[in-house]
T-cell receptor, first 114, second 111 residues
Framework: NAGVTQTPKFQVLKTGQSMTLQCAQD?????MSWYRQDPGMGLRLIHY???????DQGEVPNGYNVSRSTTEDFPLRLLSAAPSQTSVYFC?????????????FGSGTQLSVL | DAKTTQPPSMDCAEGRAANLPCNHS???????VYWYRQIHSQGPQYIIH???NNETNEMASLIITEDRKSSTLILPHATLRDTAVYYC????????????FGDGTTLTVKP
């Protein structure tokens, strides 16, 4: 099983560019989340989804858009990249909101905005 | 969700027990205590969780004080591979993917 797959692993952008971070899971999980992790800090929730067609904002949503057209995919879009968005981005999926042991994370995307 | 306080770093000798404390003095009656860890640059990994009673699994033990205002994660025989950042999270038992991960404790296991 691939689990949660994030692409790309590394990305460098110039200020003002847009891009989409991809996240796909093959476990048929209803729930998915996006986090960012700045150096030396914990993870902060950007957006999450409780099923196809349903998304909501997390703690730090500004500058990011998400959509969930299928159960498998949950892409994160940066509309106009800023240096403050330099971070490592993690995607997670889980089948049951009350089952913390079933929270699976991808390997992360390291993004640098110059 | 209740706020947690953890020491920024701790050291432990290989083979000894690692005891990681967490304060959560504002915890409410229905909030659980969860522990995750993050090894190097990987995504966080679930360790254990509990509400009131002490819990044990194959990875660790969780000791929660009677007033539930603090807890301790115990790794009984730490190995070098246990070197990681350990996160203590307090929240209701709903929507695991909305967890807020604070700065955690960096545990360094030394030979």
């Amino acid at each position: 099983n691939a689990g949660v797959t994030q692409t790309p692993k590394f990305q460098v952008l110039k200020t003002g560019q847009s891009m989409t971070l991809q996240c796909a899971q093959d476990m048929n999980h209803e729930y998915m989340s996006w986090y960012r992790q700045d150096p030396g800090m914990g993870l902060r929730l950007i957006h999450y989804s409780v099923g196809a067609g349903i998304t909501d904002q997390g703690e730090v949503p500004n500058g990011y858009n998400v959509s969930r057209s299928t159960t498998e995919d949950f892409p994160l879009r940066l509309l106009s990249a800023a240096p403050s968005q330099t971070s490592v981005y993690f995607c997670a999926s889980y089948p049951d909101p009350g089952a913390p042991e079933k929270l699976f994370f991808g390997s992360g995307t390291q993004l640098s905005v110059l | 969700d209740a706020k947690t306080t953890q020491p920024p770093s701790m050291d432990c000798a290989e083979g000894r027990a690692a005891n990681l404390p967490c304060n959560h003095s504002t915890i409410s009656g229905n909030e659980y205590v969860y522990w995750y860890r993050q090894i190097h640059s990987q995504g966080p990994q679930y360790i254990i969780h509990g509400l009131k009673n002490n819990e044990t699994n194959e990875m660790a033990s969780l000791i929660i004080t009677e007033d539930r205002k603090s807890s301790t994660l115990i790794l009984p025989h730490a190995t070098l591979r246990d070197t990681a950042v350990y996160y203590c999270i307090v929240r209701y038992n709903t929507n695991a993917g909305k967890s807020t991960f604070g700065d955690g404790t960096t545990l360094t296991v030394k030979p």
